[in-house]
């Protein structure tokens, strides 16, 4: 009898393999939507400030983004599988580590260990799908269902954090990652088939060590803007420090005879364009994420269950939305499907801000949140498959980093310059609000530092003190959301123009060879 060929065994148990890839990003994005429901119980338990809540979002976002090409270059070389376990396994290590953190310091630097896990996984991801999935018209679907897991993972998110912190500690939200992983590890082995495309060039460490450091320092200048002063020498000079490291990583990837990021790629507009539409929208959605779900916590004082149920209007209509993606593509064609969610992101982050005040409620918030998920909805498979779908087969594991590294970026910007307006308009009108009255500079700090703390040091003052310092502090925090959502949404609006005007049509994908080509060095096991 003749031996089951790799192709049909590929197909056989495509199905199988899409359903052990999607964990990969199910626990990757429960693990995001889940810290940002503990966001208050670690300003509470842990004493973190606004600018320390974001380096805790953010120090993941930034190993994960800045690893992430380069991984996918060590996926394609050494092999998909092999990198996609060790990704799982050292983000389920780094979870527990997590979850023991005494410290905030120590928190951020388990973080950063789970977003290196991350950034092993993702790319290794979708370059599987890719791999399995030859068939655009398949790809497509399997990619929708890629992206509709992340949905998933948002939906499940908040509701599992609330259930946890409602029962356990706040390190539950990290050990709960665990058994996800273990799953995920044990349908790795068993039914993902390894390929590789051993003749990538050798890994770009010059180049991922630049794009981290200078990720790196402007992140910092704009987190930590608030409290040095968007003037001060520290600042500017981070941000300087910052140009030239990036520059010099533009510099190094137009020389190299290996370069992580393959610039040349920024000539095709079907990938770049769709990638900044992906880096553009999630700068609003998970910059809104981190700011909504303090507002439902401390200022309407819901539970972090109430306040995860809460965020189901985004989750649920991004899931449902991801799935008809498809279909929506077919009559509106890949720019005005993007363009259309860039739209309704545009709209959501409006529609919140302008009814941002410390007399809002949760009604008066709802209608935007349903117009962020369906704006994500569109927005993340139909991006997802425009800049995977327009690169060469061998290309890949790279064309999948890319991709993941537009998402955490846009997040990790999305976060940082949200949260740095919001805490400066924050600081500027209850500092103003503050002045002749006399308080100890610690507990200033403490009011100044975040909208958790104020209410705490309100709470311990009591009297007509405490009501007055609550209502200040509240106002305050409403005011810097409304002008930080502004941002969020003027930007997602430059993005929709950007994409209707560049972002090309349907594009044929281009040519690809089977495996074991030796013209192309691509090769497959099973």
Same mark, same amino acid.
């Given at each position: 009898?003749?031996?089951?060929?790799?192709?049909?065994?590929?197909?056989?148990?495509?199905?199988?393999?899409?359903?052990?890839?999607?964990?990969?990003?199910?626990? %990757?994005?429960?693990?995001?939507?889940?810290?940002?429901v503990a966001l208050p119980?670690?300003?509470?338990?842990?004493?973190?400030?606004?600018?320390?809540?974001?380096?805790?979002?953010?120090?993941?976002?930034?190993?994960?983004?800045?690893?992430?090409?380069?991984?996918?270059?060590?996926?394609?070389?050494?092999?998909?599988?092999?990198?996609?376990?060790?990704?799982? %396994?050292?983000?389920?290590?780094?979870?527990?580590?997590?979850?023991?953190?005494?410290?905030?310091?120590?928190?951020?630097?388990?973080?950063?260990?789970?977003?290196?896990?991350?950034?092993?996984?993702?790319?290794?991801?979708?370059?599987?799908?890719?791999?399995?999935?030859?068939?655009?018209?398949?790809?497509?679907?399997?990619?929708?269902?890629?992206?509709?897991?992340?949905?998933?993972?948002?939906?499940?998110?908040?509701?599992?954090?609330?259930?946890?912190?409602? #029962?356990?500690?706040?390190?539950?939200?990290?050990?709960?990652?665990?058994?996800?992983?273990?799953?995920?590890?044990?349908?790795?082995?068993?039914?993902?088939?390894?390929?590789?495309?051993?003749?990538?060039?050798?890994?770009?460490?010059?180049?991922?060590?630049?794009?981290?450091?200078?990720?790196?320092?402007?992140?910092? &200048?704009?987190i930590e803007a608030p409290?040095?002063?968007?003037?001060?020498?520290?600042?500017?000079?981070?941000?300087?420090?910052?140009?030239?490291?990036?520059?010099?990583?533009?510099?190094?990837?137009?020389?190299?005879?290996?370069?992580?990021?393959?610039?040349?790629?920024?000539?095709?507009?079907?990938?770049?364009?769709?990638?900044?539409?992906?880096?553009?929208?999630?700068?609003?959605?998970?910059?809104?994420?981190?700011?909504?779900?303090?507002?439902?916590?401390?200022?309407?004082?819901?539970?972090?269950?109430?306040?995860?149920?809460?965020?189901?209007?985004?989750?649920a209509t991004l899931v449902?939305?991801?799935?008809?993606?498809?279909?929506?593509?077919?009559?509106?064609?890949?720019?005005?499907?993007?363009?259309?969610?860039?739209?309704?992101?545009?709209?959501?982050?409006?529609?919140?801000?302008?009814?941002?005040?410390? &007399?809002?409620?949760?009604?008066?918030?709802?209608?935007?949140?349903?117009?962020?998920?369906?704006?994500?909805?569109?927005?993340?498979?139909?991006?997802?498959?425009?800049?995977?779908?327009?690169?060469?087969?061998?290309?890949?594991?790279?064309?999948?980093?890319?991709?993941?590294?537009?998402?955490?970026?846009?997040?990790?910007?999305?976060? &940082?310059?949200?949260?740095?307006?919001?805490?400066? #308009?924050?600081?500027?009108?209850?500092?103003?609000?503050?002045?002749?009255?006399?308080?100890?500079?610690?507990?200033?700090?403490?009011?100044?530092?975040?909208?958790?703390?104020?209410?705490?040091?309100?709470?311990?003052?009591?009297?007509?003190?405490?009501?007055?310092?609550?209502?200040?502090?509240?106002? &305050?925090?409403?005011?810097?959301?409304?002008?930080?959502?502004?941002?969020?949404?003027?930007?997602?609006?430059?993005?929709?123009?950007?994409?209707?005007?560049?972002?090309?049509?349907?594009?044929?994908?281009?040519?690809?060879?089977?495996?074991?080509?030796?013209? #192309?060095?691509?090769?497959?096991?099973?």
């Open positions: 009898m003749s031996a089951v060929s790799p192709v049909l065994s590929r197909n056989s148990h495509r199905w199988s393999v899409l359903a052990v890839v999607c964990v990969s990003a199910l626990i %990757i994005n429960v693990d995001n939507t889940i810290l940002n119980t670690l300003v509470r338990d842990l004493h973190a400030s606004s600018s320390q809540l974001q380096w805790i979002v953010d120090s993941y976002s930034m190993v994960f983004a800045g690893l992430l090409l380069v991984a996918g270059s060590l996926a394609d070389r050494y092999g998909r599988k092999r990198l996609f376990l060790i990704g799982l %396994i050292t983000f389920a290590g780094a979870s527990i580590g997590a979850a023991q953190s005494g410290s905030v310091d120590w928190l951020i630097a388990w973080r950063a260990v789970m977003g290196l896990g991350a950034a092993l996984t993702i790319p290794a991801s979708l370059s599987i799908l890719n791999d399995v999935f030859r068939d655009p018209t398949q790809r497509a679907k399997a990619i929708g269902a890629w992206g509709g897991t992340i949905g998933l993972g948002i939906a499940i998110g908040p509701i599992a954090g609330g259930l946890l912190l409602s #029962r356990f500690w706040w390190g539950s939200i990290f050990l709960v990652n665990v058994p996800v992983a273990v799953a995920g590890v044990v349908g790795v082995i068993f039914l993902v088939p390894e390929s590789k495309n051993p003749q990538t060039a050798r890994p770009d460490r010059a180049g991922a060590l630049l794009s981290i450091v200078g990720l790196g320092l402007l992140l910092w &200048a704009i409290i040095e002063g968007w003037t001060s020498g520290l600042v500017l000079g981070a941000l300087a420090a910052s140009l030239a490291v990036l520059g010099s990583f533009v510099f190094w990837e137009s020389r190299s005879s290996h370069p992580m990021l393959k610039l040349s790629l920024f000539s095709n507009r079907r990938f770049s364009i769709a990638a900044l539409g992906e880096t553009l929208g999630t700068f609003g959605l998970l910059g809104a994420l981190f700011v909504q779900t303090q507002f439902l916590q401390f200022d309407l004082g819901y539970s972090p269950l109430q306040a995860g149920l809460r965020i189901l209007p985004i989750a449902i939305v991801a799935a008809l993606s498809p279909f929506i593509v077919r009559v509106l064609d890949v720019k005005f499907t993007v363009g259309a969610g860039l739209v309704s992101i545009t709209g959501g982050l409006w529609q919140v801000s302008a009814v941002s005040s410390s &007399a809002a409620t949760y009604a008066q918030v709802v209608p935007g949140l349903l117009l962020l998920g369906l704006g994500a909805g569109l927005l993340m498979p139909t991006a997802t498959n425009s800049v995977v779908g327009s690169l060469p087969q061998g290309d890949s594991g790279v064309g999948s980093a890319s991709n993941a590294v537009a998402l955490q970026l846009g997040g990790a910007l999305g976060v &940082a310059v949200i949260g740095s307006v919001l805490s400066t #308009r924050y600081q500027d009108n209850l500092g103003a609000a503050l002045v002749g009255h006399l308080i100890p500079p610690g507990a200033k700090q403490t009011i100044l530092g975040s909208l958790g703390g104020a209410l705490g040091v309100a709470q311990r003052a009591g009297g007509d003190t405490g009501v007055l310092l609550a209502r200040a502090a509240r106002s &305050a925090f409403m005011s810097g959301t409304a002008l930080s959502l502004l941002v969020g949404a003027v930007v997602a609006l430059v993005g929709s123009l950007l994409m209707v005007v560049w972002l090309p049509s349907r594009e044929a994908r281009p040519s690809t060879t089977l495996q074991n080509n030796p013209e #192309r060095g691509e090769s497959k096991k099973n």
